[in-house]
Nanobody, 123 residues
């Protein structure tokens, strides 16, 4: 299983980004996907997750209202739309696949991970 995250970059406070994660090597539509982030010197933290059909989503409380997770099972891709970005959103963002239809907020319950995409929010 391979996950390829993309869409990160250097943006200014208040800007938006749409991250993508393409999954190959297994039946994407059978599994939940999560996004996590890791800021420099900090632990990896949960951002958002989506169930296998996309019908259920869950967000970190601190990010609700600014982010939206979605998926296109026909394209084996999940997306993370982030709006009103802040400097504290600076981190490497990782997508992960869980061997279950249902998501988790715990990183150790995900089985496959992408390489991450760096988001830097700075003026």
């Amino acid at each position: 299983v391979q996950l390829q995250a993309s869409g990160g970059g250097l943006v200014q406070p208040g800007d938006s980004l749409n991250l993508s994660c393409v999954v190959s090597g297994r039946t994407f539509s059978d599994y939940a996907v999560g996004w996590f982030r890791q800021a420099p010197g900090k632990e990896r933290r949960f951002v958002a997750a989506i169930s296998w059909t996309g019908g259920w989503t869950y967000y970190a409380d601190s990010l609700k209202g600014r982010i939206t997770i979605s998926r296109d099972n026909a394209k084996n891709t999940t997306y993370l739309q982030m709006n009103s970005l802040k400097p504290e959103d600076t981190a490497v963002y990782y997508c992960a696949v869980r061997g279950s239809r249902w998501y988790s907020v715990k990183s150790n319950e995900y089985d496959y991970w992408g390489q991450g995409t760096l988001v830097t929010v700075s003026s």
